[in-house]
């Protein structure tokens, strides 16, 4: 059988670059554009408390402008979730948030957040809204994922990313394979995300039932050396052929 893979092309760092000059430029609005002129099958962005990059504008433009899905990660916060709730993006992804981390640095690990991610997974389904998970690859949190009503699971890829040992690599993706398949046969869609760059997708695309691929730091730093348009072609060419 095949699954169809897509690409959600992340464009938060897009929105850093003009933070880290407290300018008006670089617009997410027009990475967005491109993104998807490109051929990109969907935008994500992440919301973050203290609004290092992507802010409320930004999201209520690109949700305005693009004809692709788009996916926003955020915290458990009401008063973020509240505000997308009124956005109806295609996808809200709930990630957990530490202030003061460069980038998300885990994912859940539902056992011990499972009453504090409920409520607002309730919520968002309530508004017909996509709602995934970003976890810890084990079965244990599949099982959970499905329980608390997750429509999908964003498989966090940290090990694979920070890998150099060919025997872990090898193990890694065993174990990942192994969550992927259970988790899609207990009915969610499996999708993988965090640090992944052009050398990893050969690792992941073997393992069939991972159908999304949210990537976004690897393409918006290639984009300065070769445009945004070529890296996502490209991209899109070794996890579509």
Known sequence: YYLMKILSVNIDHVASLRSARKEKYPEPIKAAILVEL??????????????????????????????????VEVGLDTKRIEFLLDIKPHQITLVPEVTTEVTTTRGFNIKNEFN?????????????????????????????????????????????????LPNNLTAYLKELEEVAKYAYSNGLKVHVGHGL??????????????????????????????????????MLTLIKD
């Open 197 to 234: 760059d052009y050398s990893h997708i050969k690792f992941l695309k073997p393992i069939e039932v991972i159908t999304g691929y949210s990537i976004g730091f690897s393409i918006i730093t290639r984009s300065l050396y070769e445009g945004i348009s070529r890296a996502v072609k490209d």
């Open 38 to 71: 490109a051929g990109a099958d969907g935008i994500t962005v992440h919301l973050r408390e203290d609004r290092r990059h992507i802010r409320e504008k930004d999201i209520s433009q690109i949700k305005e402008i693009i004809n692709i899905p788009l996916t």
């Open 116 to 164: 504090q991610i409920k409520p607002f997974i309730e919520k968002i389904k309530k508004a017909d809204i996509l709602v995934s998970l970003f976890i810890e690859p084990n079965k244990e949190n599949c099982t959970l994922a499905k329980k608390i009503g997750a429509d999908i699971v964003e498989l966090n890829t940290n090990k694979l990313t920070h890998s150099t």
